[in-house]
């Protein structure tokens, strides 16, 4: 069994880099996306700047860490080869991270972690103008509080814009591994 944890901020590329981890192994591994255990309904936050409320979903308070811990020891404990757990707090949490045996943080320019966030939040349905705000207000407050510094515990940090080497040598490096 081994597990890693791909961290890193919003929109970086964690989840595009665990797919193309996933398509490699197949049924050799298990996948947890923190992503799936935010709170219906979330909590609130204030913008620390503006004093707007917004949802939040930059905070580990967001998540059902008891269902996500769960989850984890399940996966952890079954019989796949590999166990992948992503998201912005895959290496915040000492919960998670103790049990990783590769930490990897997806690094990306915050400019185009924004291009991709308008990209992508545009795309359901929010303005421009909400997209941006937010960010401003409160995921980029959030990210240099809680996502950035967990840079230090990584083993690795990749680029956010993959190239096929970049999963060539994570294969390569988690084949011998297994």
Not at 33 to 56: C, K, L, N, Q, W
Request: hydrophobic letters at 40%; aromatic letters at 10%; proline letters at 3%.
């Amino acid at each position: 069994m081994f597990v890693i944890g791909i961290a890193g901020g919003t929109c970086s590329g964690k989840s595009t880099l665990t797919e193309k981890l996933e398509a490699y192994y197949g049924s050799k591994c298990k996948v947890l996306h923190m992503d799936a255990y935010f709170r219906r309904p979330s909590i609130t936050t204030i913008a620390p700047i503006t004093g707007i409320e917004y949802v939040e979903h930059n905070h580990p308070d967001a998540l059902y860490l008891d269902n996500l811990y769960h989850d984890f020891g399940e996966a952890i404990a079954s019989d796949v080869q590999l166990v992948i757990i992503e998201g912005l707090f895959a290496l915040y949490l000492p919960e998670i991270r103790e049990k990783l045996d590769l930490k990897i943080f997806v690094d990306l320019d915050s400019d185009e972690r924004l291009v991709r966030r308008i990209k992508r939040f545009t795309s359901r349905g929010q303005t421009f103008e909400e997209v941006t705000d937010r960010y401003i207000d409160t995921v980029r407050f959030r990210h240099n509080e809680l996502i950035e510094p967990t840079r230090w515990h990584a083993d690795m940090v990749v680029n956010g814009i993959f190239k096929e080497k970049t999963v060539n040598i994570l294969t390569t490096y988690i084949d011998s591994m297994l």
